[in-house]
């Protein structure tokens, strides 16, 4: 039973991997070529609506996902209930967005964002067909089928964007596409998906995972809004040009700590149900994974700020140099996302989704506050507010780690200190060597190299386990 868990572990990881490293570099590359011919104010509208639909999708979800995933003894009628709901509260949303479009244009003084809402939000229609599908692959760690079909519609969503951009369609070049990639991903879910709704409803299964994902539901709600707070102050209070720029930086800074954060999280939290009730291998898993987490996203985030200012001037061009430092501040706000992802994941294991709710509540009225201090000194002091909001939330996050599985602040961060350490040397040497160097793509290759060199030199030099344990995955990988 272990070795099955383990290999189904293993395989869930690498496919997960793959699907996300593939997406996510299909979407990096779709993104530079859309960026380099739209113009910020393009991507500062899309970024106006970007709440509505967060908040409608979170809605739809309800927290019934993460719910079916945990609990063990789900039923046909769980999911088909599950299935029902998600439908009916899709379309009310759907047409709930689809009426308030004038307002929100109004709201923003932005005539053009009444139509794009009427387009974006059909989205939230095709979302709300296919949760109980996705949330099936996740429970069977199918991820190999999931990756398929996320790098097939990722690929059409592309191919949409890039030409819609270079004949002149604007920022519709931006839309279009992705309702076209979510029908997609919807169609291919149903005909790899091998579970279909029966006419069955129950409002004692409703009530039972309602009961869990209510509480989930509350906390996607306030994080959902808080996330989206700064574009709408900075849409509001400057101009969609400057919000673009921030989009961009907040988008290229997501890219890394959501893309690891997210494997780890859909591949672990079904393997940490199983075990949730054995309290010290809990312990020491998670532990391995806060470390495996840090050893490969801290390199990354650091690198990317140390890269930033060739980067962005080489794939987007100098349009975008505004967005430079806001990057920069905001990889290191969003370097310490993996960590606090994994300390929530755990309150879900164990199913204590009332402190994760009082947790939210708590870190958003933190971090609303300082974003209110910060934003009479401008756009740069609110990237700098997000950082510290990140490390007080820190703390906060790990308290109940703490008491949960006594692995609490202290103990995460001795267990991260070396490698937080050996990512900011190999960010300082970078910087050092870039000094220089004049040419952007020579900067960036040799930042690249010298960056990569120095820490997997130092890595195997102290024999890091989390080293050891990458390259063990990937000779495991070749008999998956």
Not at 98 to 106: D, Q, R, T, V
Not at 226 to 239: D, E, R
Request: with cysteine; hydrophobic share 50%; net charge positive.
């Amino acid at each position: 039973m272990a070795e099955s868990l383990r290999g189904k572990t293993l395989k869930g990881m690498i496919w997960s991997f793959a699907e996300n490293f593939s997406l996510q570099g299909i979407q990096f590359i779709i993104g530079i070529l859309l960026a380099r011919v739209l113009s910020p104010s393009d991507y500062g509208m899309v970024g106006m609506l970007a709440i509505f639909t967060a908040i409608a999708n979170t809605l739809i979800n309800s927290g019934f996902s993460t719910a079916l995933v945990r609990k063990t003894d789900r039923t046909q009628t769980d999911l088909s209930t599950t299935f029902y709901f998600n439908i009916v509260v899709g379309i009310v949303l759907y047409f709930a967005l689809f009426f308030s479009g004038p307002l929100i244009a109004k709201f923003y003084n932005t005539p053009l964002l009444s139509d794009l809402i009427k387009v974006t939000a059909i989205s939230l229609i095709l979302n709300s067909l296919c949760i109980v599908q996705q949330a099936l692959f996740t429970i069977k760690m199918d991820f190999k089928t999931q990756a398929k079909i996320s790098v097939i519609s990722a690929l059409i969503t592309g191919a949409g964007g890039v030409t819609m951009a270079y004949t002149g369609f604007g920022v519709w070049a931006i839309v279009w596409p992705g309702v076209f990639g979510g029908a997609v991903r919807c169609i291919l879910l149903w005909v790899w998906g091998k579970w279909r709704p029966t006419w069955e409803y129950s409002w004692k299964s409703f009530r039972e995972l309602f009961g869990f994902g209510s509480k989930l539901l509350a906390s996607g709600l306030i994080d959902t809004i808080f996330n989206n707070i700064y574009p709408i102050i900075i849409g509001k209070k400057f101009s969609a040009a400057d919000l673009g720029q921030y989009t961009r930086a907040d988008g290229y800074a997501n890219l890394p700590a959501t893309t690891v954060t997210g494997v780890l999280g859909r591949v672990t939290f079904p393997l940490l149900c199983q075990i949730q009730d054995d309290d010290a291998r809990l312990q020491s898993t998670y532990r391995q994974l806060i470390k495996l987490s840090a050893y490969v996203v801290f390199p990354i985030m650091i690198g990317l700020a140390t890269l930033a200012k060739p980067l962005i001037i080489f794939m987007i061009t100098a349009k975008w140099t505004e967005c430079v430092p806001f990057l920069q501040i905001l990889c290191f706000s969003l370097m310490w996302y993996p960590i606090h992802a994994l300390n929530l994941n755990l309150l879900q294991v164990k199913g204590r989704s009332d402190l994760f709710l009082r947790l939210e509540i708590i870190k958003k009225i933190l971090g609303v506050s300082i974003l209110i201090l910060a934003i009479p000194y401008g756009i740069i002091w609110m990237c700098i507010g997000r950082v510290m909001a990140s490390i007080i939330c820190l703390v906060i996050n790990t308290y109940y780690t703490g008491k949960l599985i006594d692995v609490g602040f202290f103990k995460q961060m001795g267990d991260i200190l070396p490698i937080l350490i050996l990512s900011l040397t190999m960010g300082v040497i970078v910087f050092g060597v870039n000094l220089f160097i004049e040419d952007l793509l020579l900067q960036i290759i040799t930042g690249f190299i010298v960056g990569i060199a120095y820490y997997l030199t130092i890595s195997y030099i102290f024999k890091s386990k989390e080293l050891l344990y990458l390259l063990s995955l990937l000779k495991k990988s070749k008999s998956c």
